[in-house]
């Protein structure tokens, strides 16, 4: 899937309040292909949204330094971080968007949307 696409359908759902989740899953369940995305709203700077298709995505929180890490591989995440301690996994299943909220205390949800990839 092309990303260019992913872009327009969240700023297809972009407003003042951030992007809708409920309208991007929807429309999400109507593709076919492979993906996984993060984005952020520009509105709404401090909400990441991960999107975990069917392609990997691994996600690391690090709760003193209130830093949050992914990238396409794990293998990519322990050559990064190597030597740095306190980093944690945060699984994200297939077919699910992890919401983090970061602009005062941490707030994270995940979200199962249908993706027919």
Known sequence: MDSELLAQLANR??????IDLAALC??????????SAVMVSRTQPGTIILLKGNMPVEVRW???LRVWAYASESA???WALAGKNG???V??????????????D????????????
């Open 76 to 78: 990519i995440l322990t």
């Open 91 to 104: 699984p994200v299943p297939a077919n699910h968007v992890l919401v983090v909220r970061t602009l005062s």
């Open 26 to 35: 929807e429309d999400l369940c109507h593709l076919e292909g492979r993906m």
């Open 87 to 89: 980093w944690e996994p």
């Open 13 to 18: 759902h972009a407003g003042e309040a951030g």
């Open 62 to 64: 690090h709760p003193r």
């Open 106 to 117: 941490i707030s994270v949800n995940m979200i199962p949307f249908k993706f027919n990839g």
